[in-house]
């Protein structure tokens, strides 16, 4: 593939944290798909297949689902290609939308969760002898 550096999906796995188990699932539906195979049919992952994956991390989060994954994946790629119409930038403004508003929820989520360690913290350590 052009000399470019090609990960087998162990390798990948341990460079981004996700399991064999996920990567393949991913492949079987559709959003990730390795550039190759080896010789022995062991599946090759390039850079941009593993930046790939990473979008979709960031996009599981915050509750897109693998339709919403795809299609955000295809409208990526087609305005890196430069053959995006206007409708395409407008869906992906509205995923962007989408993700600002979900991302806000769950930080204020991450919020409260915070504070209710913090008061289980100064419980504790008020309930300890000194």
Not at 1 to 24: C, F, H, K, W
Not at 26 to 51: I, K, M, N, Q, W
Request: charged share 30%.
């Amino acid at each position: 593939m052009n000399g470019l550096p090609l990960y087998q999906i162990g390798e990948v796995a341990d460079l981004i944290g996700l399991s064999l188990r996920t990567i393949r699932h991913y492949e079987e539906v559709g959003v990730v798909v390795p550039s190759g195979r080896s010789a022995g049919g062991f599946r090759l992952y390039t850079d941009t297949d593993v930046e790939r994956l990473r979008k979709v991390m960031g996009m599981k989060p915050i509750g897109f689902t693998l339709e919403e994954i795809r299609d955000v994946l295809e409208l990526l790629d087609l305005i890196d290609a430069g053959g995006a119409s206007d409708e395409a930038h407008d869906r992906l403004r509205m995923y962007t939308a989408l993700a600002v508003e979900r991302t806000a929820k769950y930080e204020h989520k991450l919020g409260l969760g915070r504070e209710f360690t913090a008061m289980l913290k100064q419980r504790t350590a008020a309930d300890l002898p000194s």
